[in-house]
C-alpha cells in the first residue's frame, strides 16, 4: 500500500515539472520522507507481531515466588534432603516451603525419586529439588528441546562460607586465599 503512494506521488511529481527539470531537492525529500515512512511502518509492525509471539515470562525467581504460586513441589528423596528440611533449616521460607508445599495438605510426602520427580516436571506444573548432577543426565536423556529451555533454576541451599587450613607461615597462605577469594 505504501509503494503504491510512492509510485503515484511521483508519477504526479513527474507531470507537475517539465520533461526538462531533473529531480529537484523536494523530489529527493519526498522520496526520503516515504522511504522512512516503509521503514517505521515495517519496524512497528514487525514489534507488534513478536510482542504478540512472545509468552509471557515466569516470574518466580526465589523460594517465596514458589511457595506463592500455584505450582506442586518436590524433593529428591535423599537422607540428606529429609534432614536439612526437618532438622538443620532455621530459615522461615525453608520450613513454610516444607509444610505448604512439599508436605502438602494432607500430610502426604512429596519426597521422591529423581526420575518421578522429573517426570512430574516435564508434565508441567511441578517444581522439584535435585541435585543438578543427578538431573541433568535425566533432562538430557528424557526432556525436548524446548521444555530444556523452559526449565528455570531456584537456589534453595544458602550458600556457605569455607575456610581453607593451612599451616602456620605457610607460603602458599597468600597465594590460596587470593585464589579462594576470585
Not at 16 to 29: F, G, K, P, R
Not at 31 to 40: D, E, S
Amino acid at each position: 500500500m505504501t509503494i503504491l503512494k510512492i509510485v503515484t506521488t511521483f508519477e504526479r511529481k513527474k507531470y507537475h515539472y517539465s520533461v526538462e527539470t531533473s529531480w529537484s531537492l523536494s523530489a529527493i525529500v519526498t522520496l526520503g520522507a516515504f522511504c522512512q515512512q516503509v521503514i517505521i511502518y515495517q519496524f512497528y509492525s514487525a514489534s507488534l507481531v513478536s510482542h504478540l509471539l512472545m509468552k509471557p515470562v515466569t516470574n518466580i525467581r526465589t523460594l517465596k515466588d514458589l511457595i506463592n504460586s500455584p505450582l506442586k513441589a518436590g524433593c529428591e528423596d535423599i537422607l540428606y534432603d529429609r534432614d536439612y528440611f526437618k532438622v538443620h533449616s532455621t530459615d522461615e521460607i525453608t520450613k513454610e516451603l516444607l509444610y505448604k508445599k512439599i508436605l502438602g495438605k494432607r500430610n502426604t510426602s512429596n519426597f521422591l525419586s529423581p526420575e518421578q520427580g522429573l517426570k512430574l516436571v516435564e508434565q508441567g506444573g511441578y517444581a522439584f529439588h535435585v541435585e543438578t548432577a543427578t538431573a541433568y543426565p535425566i533432562i538430557e536423556a528424557t526432556f525436548g528441546e524446548k521444555a530444556i529451555c523452559e526449565l528455570r533454576e531456584i537456589q534453595l541451599f544458602r550458600t556457605q562460607p569455607m575456610h581453607a587450613n593451612f599451616q602456620k607461615h605457610s607460603p602458599f597462605r597468600d597465594m590460596l586465599d587470593t585464589w579462594y577469594v576470585l
